[in-house]
Structure formats: C-alpha cells, structure tokens
C-alpha cells in the first residue's frame, strides 16, 4: 500500500504531501480508519499475490457535526490502470458507505487529475466547486476541485435536537 501511494507522493500532484509514508505511518493511519468503521476495500491481484488498487473512506474534518460524512481516498497501482478496477473500487466504496449509513461523500480532487475527475462524474459525483492556490507542492500551486456525492436520504440519530438553542440575542434584526 505504501508503495502505491508514495510513488504519487514523490512523482504527481494527486495527494497534497512530499513526504512519503513509512509502513508503520499506514498502519497508524489505516488502525484510525478501521477504529472509526469506516469502509476500507483492497483488490489483490491474483497472479503476482500484490495489491492492485485500494479504496477507503476516511473522516471529514474532525467536528461531530460533520459525523455523516466520509471522505473519498482511492489508488490504483500503476499496471492496472484503465482496467475498470478504478470505477469497480468506487462503486463498492459508495455501497459500503451506504451501508454504513453514511449520508454523503466527498472528495478533493487536484484540478489536473483528469483520470478522477471523469471517473467522479461517472459515477454520480457532483461537482461543488474549484478552490485556486489551496495548496503548495513542488514549489507551485495546486487548484484543488470539490466534489460531492450524496447517498439517499438522511438517517439521523432519533434523539437528535432539531431546536437551535437560543441566548436571546441570537436572532438578528
Ligand atoms: C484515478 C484512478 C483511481 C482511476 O483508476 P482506473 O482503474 O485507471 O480507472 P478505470 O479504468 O476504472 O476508469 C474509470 C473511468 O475513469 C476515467 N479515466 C480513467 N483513466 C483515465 C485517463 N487516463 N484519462 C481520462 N479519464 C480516465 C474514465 O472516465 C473511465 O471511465 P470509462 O472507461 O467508462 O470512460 C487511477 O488513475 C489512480 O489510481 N490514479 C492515481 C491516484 C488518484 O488520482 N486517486 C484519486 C485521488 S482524488
């Protein structure tokens, strides 16, 4: 897993970081996925016993209230690209999300990144937006595009409180 992902950290523009994950960085990282519930899905070919392509859905922001939402992470090593493993992955993603009761998802996509964009809009995502100079890497800046897919309608927590809580100064003129 590292391997796929540190060969784009060091040679592309689809994640925003230079410096690569060590084993022990993706377990930390995959420990807090998997303690979260999120949906975590891997593809191993079969022939050479390695991974082919992982897809996970991951917390967005850390605040309660943004708690039905996942973030969309998504590689495909390099040899099985233009397969179909790409849409396959998502499309498994999107249902386990479901599954999960998640009510959305979201993914940041570098504007460049032409492959996941299309690939977004395939599969139902609705573009939210671009946000220019987002971030830094290789010394340049990266516009980075907001998409967003969202699942059915909302399951909420039945104890949830509808009523904003009020000060008496709370609502304006
Ligand atoms: C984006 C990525 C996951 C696509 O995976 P893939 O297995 O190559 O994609 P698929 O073969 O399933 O293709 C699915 C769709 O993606 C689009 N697509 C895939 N490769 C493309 C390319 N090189 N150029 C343009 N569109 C492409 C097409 O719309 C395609 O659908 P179609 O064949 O029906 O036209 C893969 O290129 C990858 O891992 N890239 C590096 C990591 C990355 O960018 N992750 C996403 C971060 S937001």
Same mark, same amino acid.
């Given at each position: 897993m590292a391997e796929i992902l540190n060969d784009e950290i060091l040679h592309s523009y689809v994640i925003y970081t230079e410096t690569p994950k060590s084993a022990a960085d993706m377990e +930390? =990282?995959?420990?807090?996925?998997?303690?979260?519930?999120?949906?975590?899905?891997a593809t191993v070919d079969e022939s050479s016993q390695k991974l082919a392509g992982f897809a996970y859905a991951d917390a967005f922001r850390k605040l309660p209230s943004y708690r039905t939402t996942a973030?969309?992470?998504?590689? $495909? &090593?390099?040899? =099985?690209?233009?397969?179909? +493993?790409?849409k396959a992955l998502l499309?498994? +993603? #999107?249902?386990?999300?479901?599954? &999960?009761?998640?009510?959305? +998802?979201?993914? $940041? #996509?570098?504007?460049?990144?032409? &492959?996941?964009?299309?690939?977004?809009a395939r599969?139902?995502?609705t573009k939210r937006g671009d946000w220019p100079e987002i971030a830094?890497?290789?010394?340049? =800046?990266?516009?980075?595009?907001?998409w967003q897919l969202l699942l059915g309608p909302a399951k909420v927590d039945p104890g949830e409180q509808h009523v904003v809580p009020t000060t008496g100064h709370a609502v304006a003129d």
């Open positions: +930390l =990282w995959f420990a807090a996925v998997e303690a979260n519930y999120y949906p975590f899905l973030e969309v992470s998504l590689y $495909v &090593a390099k040899a =099985w690209r233009g397969c179909g +493993l790409g499309t498994a +993603l #999107i249902e386990a999300a479901r599954r &999960a009761d998640l009510h959305a +998802l979201v993914s $940041v #996509i570098d504007s460049e990144n032409q &492959a996941s964009l299309l690939l977004h599969l139902g995502f830094r890497k290789f010394n340049s =800046w990266r516009e980075a595009s907001f």
